[in-house]
């Protein structure tokens, strides 16, 4: 084991560490909206449980991502890249074996929490063992193996559910174990550890500033669980000292030193319309992949099976499209894909809120998944190139770092705002069934014919109101793109405040 991490004889082990560890996150995140009906059947959570199960982890990921991308560089990428494991692996076991919904949303934390580490360092441990002219073909593969476990993992668990029951929404956490384990042997035993950077200062302060901002605004727009909708008293209490906190961090961020966040970026438009459209964009996504899952399996009364096949033509056109839309970029600008992207996005959107009464999986939901795919597939590839092209070459890293941030701080906003909404709409639909304990995304049994309509009319209801809000803000999306990012041939414009050729 005294392989240097750059020697040619460790990079393969680097490759494969990196791929089984964000394998793990990959197969947590797409599945982990199919197994929320059966975590709420199995452990009794409500809603705001389950967004709080989603959200534990959102929440410290989107908040340390930076820091932890900093870490790696401060105290070498192999150690800080084990340790993320190590705390993503541990907290999936408690997971896997929680009794109770608080005991799965701490461990969810803690899981969250390693994956800010585990996440930048899977590309950053690549980048550094393989030399620049090798790099491209290695994150290549990198990549292919991220787009198969993200397309295959919610197939796999959907039948798993279906096949064994509610209980078995804890094999998708227990399997990280010898997933996690072999990543690690791979790191040990066949990788030494790199140089640090021991100059490197880490943003502390502004890390735990922005992970109670955070906090402070998720828990006044969901609540502790024990009410669907949170008092508008608490919520204007607890948002407003998130917003106090948020303000200090940005008071913070731009007297540090040594930002995790640089504010000198967004006085670039460019950079500033990409971040502000993934915002609104991802926001849209995460609200449309959380709610619709549990409006199927656990409001329409279909197998996590049928509604794991359902979402497979996002992955498969997203990904088939990804390579071309970048070269597309290239010829036309990022600003004309992402536009057209966000407006085909829209029309998905709207067409599942359209759709939503005719509980057809595969004449209606199905085909506006596709065009989901597609959009999405002229989205993803394009936003990256606008990011990195609307920066100097010095801060690439940094904005992609950003960029992974803001989106993973919409969906935490996403599942928390959407909630209180989805509640709400749901309760004033059961008209004179609303004394019944009947919940959003949940079977109930024993309801007479007339209050099992009343039921699944506010099922409906409630997420074509999610929807329509999607809708809405993927149209923002696409004039933000339109109005901020470069624009080639003939939509020729340059985007303001663009620093030039790279």
């Known amino acids: 084991m005294d392989q240097d991490i750059t020697a040619p004889q460790s990079r393969r082990f680097v490759l494969v560490a990196a791929i089984l560890a964000s394998s793990m996150g990959f197969i947590d995140g797409s599945v982990i909206a199919i197994a929320i009906p059966a975590i709420r059947a199995d452990l009794g959570a409500t809603l705001a449980e389950a967004q709080w199960v989603s959200n534990g982890y959102l929440l410290f990921l989107s908040a340390l991502m930076l820091l932890g991308g900093a870490a790696g560089d401060r105290f070498g990428l192999r150690t800080v890249f084990g340790l993320g494991i190590v705390a993503f692996v541990g907290a999936s076991i408690v997971c896997a074996v929680s009794p109770t919904p608080l005991v799965l949303v701490v461990a969810r934390a803690i899981q969250g929490s390693g994956a800010a580490v585990m996440v930048p360092g899977s590309l950053a441990i690549i980048a550094k063992a393989y030399p620049r002219e090798e790099r491209g073909r290695a994150i290549g593969i990198w990549a292919a193996a991220s787009s198969l476990t993200s397309i295959a993992g919610p197939i796999i668990g959907g039948f798993l559910l279906t096949a064994l029951g509610d209980w078995s929404w804890r094999l998708v956490f227990a399997v990280n174990l010898p997933l996690g384990m072999s990543a690690l042997a791979l790191l040990w035993f ?19 500033l922005a992970t109670l901002a955070l906090m402070f605004i998720a828990y006044g727009l969901t609540g502790d669980g024990s009410e669907s909708v949170p008092p508008l008293s608490h919520t204007m209490a607890w948002c407003g000292a998130g917003l106090v906190l948020a303000v200090a961090f940005v008071l ?5 030193n040594a930002p995790m966040l640089p504010l000198r970026l ?24 959380f709610f619709l899952p549990m409006t199927m399996i656990g409001g329409w009364g279909e197998t996590p099976a049928t509604v794991s096949l359902s979402l497979l033509p996002l992955g ?87 960029n992974n941030a ?44 007339g209050q099992e309509a009343l039921r699944m009319g506010a099922t409906d209801a409630a997420f074509a ?21 470069e624009r080639k041939g003939l939509f020729a414009r340059e985007p303001i405040g663009s620093p030039g050729p790279q």
């Open 406 to 449: 803001v989106a993973r701080v919409a969906g935490l906003v996403a599942v928390a705002m959407l909630g209180a909404i989805v509640a709400t709409v749901f309760e004033r639909g059961l008209g004179e069934a609303a004394e019944l304990p009947i919940f959003f995304g949940m079977r109930t049994d024993g309801l007479t014919e």
């Open 266 to 289: 967004f006085a670039n438009v460019g950079f500033s319309g990409a971040n502000g459209l993934t915002f609104a964009l991802y926001f849209a996504l995460a609200g449309i992949m």
């Open 252 to 256: 913070w961020e731009w007297r540090s």
């Open 465 to 485: 109101a999610v929807c329509y809000i999607t809708a809405g803000l993927s149209l923002v999306s696409a004039a933000v793109a339109w109005l901020t990012l």
């Open 190 to 208: 066949k990788v030494a550890p790199d140089r640090p950077e021991e100059g490197r200062r880490l943003d502390v302060i502004g890390a735990v």
């Open 316 to 402: 498969i056109i997203l990904t088939a499209l990804s390579s071309f839309s970048g070269k597309w970029a290239d010829q036309l600008g990022p600003g004309p894909l992402i536009t057209a992207g966000s407006l085909i996005v829209a029309l998905a959107f709207a067409g599942l809120g359209v759709i939503a009464p005719l509980h057809s999986v595969w004449l209606a939901v199905v085909p506006c998944i596709g065009l989901l795919g597609l959009g999405m597939g002229l989205v993803v590839s394009p936003l990256s190139t606008a990011v990195m092209t609307s920066v100097e070459d010095g801060d690439t890293g940094v904005a992609s770092g950003v």
